[in-house]
T-cell receptor, first 114, second 109 residues
Framework: DTGVSQDPRHKITKRGQNVTFRCDPI?????LYWYRQTLGQGPEFLTY????????KSRLLSDRFSAERPKGSFSTLEIQRTEQGDSAMYLC????????????FGSGTRLTVV | QQPVQSPQAVILREGEDAVINCSSS?????VHWYRQKHGEAPVFLMI?????EQKGHEKISASFNEKKQQSSLYLTASQLSYSGTYFC??????????FGTGTRLQVFP
């Protein structure tokens, strides 16, 4: 069990640029979640996958955000035309059953939009 | 929809006890508890399931009142390593967690 890996750890980008983050979940976990966290706040739900199917996307999320999980393995989160308000820690988590089992979080990708 | 935690912050001496509360406005399938240290990812502590099943940590206990949609986390004989921010995560359905507002715990020698 190598844990949940996220890449990159840090990303600084100029406003208007596109960015893509990657998450590699624990291999036997079929559920994968993306959350966003700003300083002093709890993680905010963005989207989740069961295997390769994206089952829910937060209504708070603009169309600039998209996520994929091809073949039910790793996942990518893309943000197009970044804005300063997108600056946050983006956390990925995986679990084997959803609400019945705890989540294992990755170390996150810290995005700074300048 | 976000669960509300109380208190917002707790300061303890080593060996003292603390209780952190989590309250939701929705009926819940389960409640999770996580601890996050500064600059690190949240770490799973415990899950409480509807019907009374509980899975988690040996030194930390919790309760889940399904009728009131409330949960409490009990930290006894606190250690320096308990310092961090505690989040409850509530599951109104069998899918994602909604995380609470957080409780910052500081334990001093």
């Amino acid at each position: 069990d190598t844990g949940v890996s996220q890449d990159p750890r840090h990303k600084i980008t100029k406003r208007g640029q596109n960015v893509t983050f990657r998450c590699d979940p624990i291999s036997e976990h079929n559920r994968l979640y993306w959350y966003r966290q700003t300083l002093g706040q709890g993680p905010e739900f963005l989207t989740y996958f069961q295997n390769e199917a994206q089952l829910e996307k937060s209504r708070l999320l603009s169309d600039r955000f998209s996520a994929e999980r091809p073949k039910g393995s790793f996942s990518t989160l893309e943000i197009q035309r970044t804005e300063q308000g997108d600056s946050a820690m983006y956390l990925c988590a995986s679990s084997s059953r959803g609400y019945n089992y705890g989540y294992t979080f990755g170390s996150g990708t810290r995005l700074t939009v300048v | 929809q976000q669960p509300v935690q109380s208190p917002q912050a707790v300061i303890l001496r080593e060996g003292e006890d603390a209780v952190i509360n989590c309250s939701s406005s929705k009926a819940l399938y389960s409640v999770h508890w996580y601890r996050q240290k500064h600059g690190e990812a949240p770490v799973f502590l415990m899950i409480l399931l509807k019907g009374g099943e509980q899975k988690g940590h040996e030194k930390i206990s919790a309760s889940f009142n399904e009728k009131k949609q409330q949960s409490s986390l009990y930290l006894t004989a606190s250690q320096l390593s308990y310092s961090g921010t505690y989040f409850c995560g509530t599951a109104p359905g069998p899918d994602k967690l909604i995380f609470g507002t957080g409780t910052r715990l500081q334990v001093f020698p």
